[in-house]
């Protein structure tokens, strides 16, 4: 018996485009990353997604255990996707892995892989940890923009960055990373991650019916949203590397 | 046909990774790869432009065995022909054995890497100068990344170290930093350096303010040992 009943909303949508939450079809919902929060992973990184809390934490390369799956010309990258079980907005989720979060572990490192430069690292294994403290809708991309800075942060070399964001269908209306209402009832959701330097796409997953026009808008609309996000992501990681520079010019004017 | 060379960073700007640092006829240095004509950053680190190669200086990452490192290992293994060397990297080192050795498991080691063939496990040499079992020293843990700057160019900050502070001083490649003092006053006021270049790696004129930074702690501690 679910302890809390969530009720479905009469529109999700008006019809001058104005959604639930009061955003535009092509607004994200506020975003915060930060990086270097855990001490003792190699890289980390903390993202705030509208209602989303994700940590991820990323160790590597380092010795591949169990030693059977070593890959001898190229580092084993490993993801795990968990939600806590307090992170829901109605029940308690069972803690563990189950079918869901076992496909977005694999989601999640099919997204990263082609970035990592993983034949540098043979017989290694690089590990990223995606912990779900509280989930809004769009986690999977959320994962995938932090996990890819804490891969960064962590002195891994990579191709560059690759950022996620999500588009949703909702009656008429592409709407850009839709939040949780939408993603209950609306029609349809598509999560996608590109390398933002070249354009490519390294996740693409959807629900819903789609027609192609559609499907086009979507696509465009959903590297319009990463755009946005791509700069959060540089910004995040100057502000960390810059605060340091800025932490010795000040101890240098006390020196003098 | 000559190509025309675009440089688009300054020499020690802040870059990440996937950046476009140059395009054109440039060699890509460390931590530089190339894309097309392209030349884009694998890491975050500061942009080094030298002649015709463009190269990153990492800020962050582990360890990661070279042939002729000189690297500093503690003994976590060990049969009767090989030990096995615990050396900050994602594989354990191999350190060969002829014969009886006094190294036991739990030991610190100081070894050369003599050949990795980057899948298995590094193997180590003990032949050399200044190698073997370090005795009568203590070992700080820094950043790998950070060892160019605890050296200095040439040698210039760690000789500076040895100089003010009066102690033999060692690195290992892989983060290790060896000082043969028992003096605590000593002790301390080099993991004291050692954080403040680790903090500040990426700060250009470093020296000077270590060296500051050494003097005064020196003169502090010979009063602090007068008063005891």
Redesign the interface.
Request: proline residues 9%.
């Given at each position: 018996m679910p302890i809390f009943v969530e009720k479905k909303p009469d529109k999700l949508i008006s019809e001058d485009g104005t959604r639930i939450d009061g955003r535009k079809p092509d607004e994200l919902r506020p975003i915060e990353i930060e990086v270097g929060v855990l001490e003792r992973a190699?890289?980390s990184a903390y993202v705030k997604w509208g209602g989303n809390r994700i940590l991820v934490a990323v160790y590597?390369?380092?010795?591949a255990h169990p030693r059977h799956q070593a890959i001898?010309?190229e580092a084993l990258v490993r993801c795990r996707y968990d939600m806590a079980p307090f992170s829901p907005s109605t029940d308690r989720k069972k803690p563990g892995p189950d079918r869901r979060s076992i496909e977005l572990s694999t989601v999640i490192e099919e997204a990263l892989k082609p970035?990592i430069?993983k034949e540098?690292?043979?017989?290694?294994a690089i590990d990223i940890f995606v912990e779900v403290l509280r989930s809004d809708a769009g986690t999977r991309v959320a994962g995938i923009t932090g996990a890819s800075v804490a891969l960064?942060?962590?002195?891994?070399?990579?191709?560059?960055?690759v950022t996620g964001c999500s588009v949703g269908k909702v009656g008429d209306f592409i709407v850009l990373d839709p939040g949780h209402e939408e993603d209950m009832w609306g029609d349809g959701d598509m999560p996608v991650a590109f390398?933002?330097?070249?354009g490519e796409v390294t996740l693409l997953q959807a629900d819903g019916q789609y027609t192609y026009d559609e499907f086009q808008r979507a696509l465009k609309l959903a590297y319009e949203g990463c755009k946005q996000v791509y700069e959060l992501q540089?910004k995040a990681?100057?502000e960390k590397?810059?605060k340091?520079?800025l932490?010795?010019?000040i101890?240098?004017q006390e020196?003098s | 046909m000559t190509q025309e060379v675009k440089v688009f960073v300054k020499d020690r700007q802040?870059v990440?990774?996937?950046?476009?640092l140059a395009e054109g006829a440039l060699k890509a240095g460390p931590?530089v790869?190339k894309?097309g004509s392209k030349l884009?950053s694998?890491?975050?680190g500061l942009a080094s432009i030298r002649e015709n190669t463009v190269s990153i200086i990492?800020?962050?990452?582990?360890y990661?065995p070279r042939v002729g490192d000189i690297i500093v290992g503690k003994v976590i293994d060990a049969d009767s022909r090989h030990l096995l060397l615990d050396i900050k990297s994602?594989?354990?080192g191999i350190l060969p054995i002829k014969g009886g050795t006094r190294i036991k498991i739990g030991d610190t080691v100081k070894a050369r890497i003599k050949s990795f063939d980057?899948?298995?496990h590094p193997i180590l040499t003990i032949r050399g100068p200044k190698l073997g079992k370090v005795r009568n020293a203590v070992i700080f843990d820094v950043e790998p990344?950070k060892i160019p700057r605890i050296i200095g160019r040439k040698g210039s900050m760690i000789n500076m170290m040895k100089e003010i502070v009066g102690c033999e001083i060692e690195v290992g490649q892989n983060g290790k930093v060896i000082v043969y003092s028992k003096d605590p006053a000593k002790l301390r006021l080099i993991e004291e350096a050692l954080r403040k270049i680790e903090?500040?790696a990426?700060?250009s004129?470093l020296s000077d303010?270590i060296r500051?930074?050494l003097e005064k702690g020196v003169r502090n501690a010979n009063i602090r040992r007068k008063e005891a």
């Open positions: 190699d890289g590597g390369p380092r010795a001898p010309h970035v430069f540098m690292f043979g017989g290694t960064a942060d962590a002195g891994i070399p990579i191709r560059g960055l390398f933002m330097e070249t540089k990681i100057i590397y810059e340091l520079k932490e010795g010019e101890d240098e020196n | 802040l990440l990774p996937g950046q476009v931590h790869y894309d884009r694998m890491k975050i990492p800020l962050r990452g582990g990661f994602p594989m354990p980057g899948i298995s990344m903090r500040e990426h700060i004129g303010k500051n930074m």
